[in-house]
């Protein structure tokens, strides 16, 4: 079984920054891969960054160049940087570890003040 566990989130104003991470039980970390997603209120859940297990990423568009996913495989930890947030950043923020299944965060609050 995988247990993950973030932490991170708060309130901050628009164009500041913040840090997610997010931390995995189990022996499966160095080979999945990790996700950070968010939902925003009203809105569908959206994929923000992958990392793959060679540490390959990917964005959102709208993400691009403000937010940086990484991982560190000897702590089981992913991070999320994300700086110059705006207000439209705000959501719950997921994190999400994928290897032949899904396993999910509980998911810190990010809101972001104008």
């Known amino acids: 079984q995988v247990q993950l566990v973030e932490s991170g989130g708060g309130l901050v104003q628009a164009g500041g920054s913040l840090r997610l991470s997010c931390t995995a039980s189990g022996s499966i970390f160095s080979i999945a891969t990790m996700n950070w997603y968010r939902r925003a209120p009203g809105k569908q859940r959206e994929l923000v960054a992958v990392?793959?297990?060679?540490?390959?990423?990917n964005y959102a568009d709208s993400v691009k160049g403000r937010f940086t996913i990484s991982r560190d495989n000897t702590k089981n930890t992913v991070y999320l940087q994300m700086n110059s947030l705006k207000p439209e950043d705000t959501a719950v923020y997921f994190c999400?570890?994928?290897?032949?299944?899904?396993?999910w965060g509980r998911g810190p609050q990010v809101t972001v003040s104008s």
């Open positions: 990392i793959n297990s060679g540490g390959s990423t």
């Open positions: 999400n570890a994928f290897l032949f299944r899904d396993w």
